[in-house]
């Protein structure tokens, strides 16, 4: 499985976890997230434009909280 199919499982599972879903939703939402975190992949690495930062980068698996989502790409 692709590490953004998988990424995407998880926030839709964290999504669902919040709200009633029907399974529809679930797939479409599932569909719609990978398709949109493999373009951002393909576009960023396609780009010359490096980042060189000092902060530390945070795991995903603690990005997804209860009532929050942090964002990775900063």
Partial sequence: MEIF???AVEIVKAQASNRSMTKDEIASMVRCIAKCIAT???SQSSSNYKTTSTI??????NAIKEGSIICLEC
């Fill in 5 to 7: 199919l998988r990424r």
């Fill in 40 to 42: 951002l992949i393909e």
């Fill in 56 to 61: 530390p980068l945070l795991d995903s698996k």
